[in-house]
């Protein structure tokens, strides 16, 4: 019902900046009411949260990230991006998008892109 195609990874030194965006398409009204995400992945590691913005605005961050990454979305467009400063090698992974519902069941279903590679290197 909702299809998410991340794009904006690629390769920058520690200290640099990257901004992540991932772009929706499908049923705009369940997007509207999501909670979006942005998670990552790095090898040998699980998948871990990075940042959340519920339909409201309101967001929430990893403590690995807070204070110097920036979550947003708009609506309108169906996008949600992941404005990345200060970067650090541990930040390296595929960061995924992510689109997620919650019934009065608490039963979530998730909608996820295919991933885009983030390296931080010198």
């Known amino acids: 019902q909702v299809q998410l195609v991340e794009s904006g990874g690629g390769l920058v030194q520690p200290g640099g900046s990257l901004r992540l965006s991932c772009a929706a398409s499908g049923d705009i009204f369940i997007f509207r009411i999501s909670t979006m995400g942005w998670y990552r992945q790095a090898p040998g590691k699980q998948r871990e949260l990075v940042a959340t913005i519920t339909s409201g605005g309101s967001t929430n961050y990893a403590s690995s990230v807070k204070g110097r990454f920036t979550i947003s979305r708009d609506n309108a467009e169906m996008t949600v991006n992941l404005q990345m400063n200060s970067l650090k090698p541990e930040d390296t992974a595929v960061y995924y998008c992510?689109?997620?519902?919650?019934?009065?069941?608490?039963?979530?279903?998730?909608?996820w892109g295919q991933g885009t590679q983030v390296t931080v290197s010198s």
């Open positions: 992510n689109s997620r519902t919650t019934d009065r069941l608490e039963y979530s279903t998730d909608y």
